[in-house]
Structure formats: structure tokens, C-alpha cells
């Protein structure tokens, strides 16, 4: 078993950044890839960027790109989110998340997808004002 504990949400006014933490803790089960998702309230979870462990690959969705960046730091079993020129579109609940399955990997647009990860944070709120 893996445990996700994310930090570092907040609120900001637009324009502003902020910089997610993930720190991944348990059993030491071999992982794949790591994203963050975000969930605002009425809508499904997205991907918003995602980081192939391997080679340090990483995939974003449209909206993010230019903004956000994901890192890892593997010294320190933490994954990391930079959010820069943040936009109120962007207020969610932010979610980590981690794949301990895809050892062959995955497709650009799986790499964004819920349903390729087994092991989520419990979130941790962004709120950006206008």
C-alpha cells in the first residue's frame, strides 16, 4: 500500500502561483507513472499534468501548458506542481495520484486519465479569485 498526503493549496488572487506538494509513503511498491488531477465542484476529475517515473517524461492537459509544471523528487519520495499565472478556472480540489500497474506504459492521453491510476491523495483545495 502507498499513501499520498498532498500540501500547499490556498488561495490566491489570479495571476498568482502556488506550489503543490505530494509525499508518497508505505510499502515500497514499484511506481509508473504520478499525476494531479483536479475536481472542481459539478464536474468529473481531470488530469492536469502527469510525469512518467522512468524518464522524467511528463504530460499536460491543453489548458495548463506554459503554466504548470510537474517534478519529482526522488530523494525526498515527493511530486511536485508549480502553478504559475493561475486563472479562477483553475480553483479545484487538487488530487495526487500514482500507477503501480502500466509497467509498459501509456498513451499521452491514458497518462491524463483517471482510470490509469490505483493510489489518490486525499486533495487539498486551490481557490483563485478574480
Known amino acids: 500500500q502507498l499513501q499520498l498526503v498532498e500540501s500547499g493549496g490556498g488561495s490566491v488572487q489570479a495571476g498568482g502561483s502556488l506550489r503543490l506538494s505530494c509525499v508518497v509513503s508505505?510499502?515500497?511498491?514499484?511506481?509508473?507513472?504520478m499525476g494531479w488531477f483536479r475536481q472542481a465542484p459539478g464536474r468529473e476529475r481531470e488530469g492536469v499534468a502527469s510525469?512518467?517515473?522512468?524518464?522524467?517524461?511528463?504530460y499536460y492537459v491543453d489548458s495548463v501548458k506554459g503554466r504548470f509544471t510537474i517534478s519529482q523528487d526522488n530523494t525526498k519520495n515527493t511530486l511536485y506542481l508549480q502553478m504559475n499565472s493561475l486563472k479562477p478556472e483553475d480553483t479545484a480540489m487538487y488530487y495526487c495520484?500514482?500507477?503501480?500497474?502500466?509497467?509498459?506504459?501509456?498513451?499521452?492521453?491514458?497518462?491524463?486519465?483517471?482510470?490509469?491510476?490505483?493510489?489518490w491523495g486525499q486533495g487539498t483545495q486551490v481557490t483563485v479569485s478574480a
Open positions: 495520484a500514482a500507477d503501480t500497474t502500466h509497467r509498459l506504459g501509456l498513451t499521452n492521453l491514458q497518462a491524463l486519465n483517471v482510470m490509469a491510476y490505483n493510489y
Open positions: 508505505g510499502y515500497n511498491l514499484r511506481t509508473y507513472y
Open positions: 510525469i512518467w517515473i522512468g524518464d522524467g517524461r511528463a
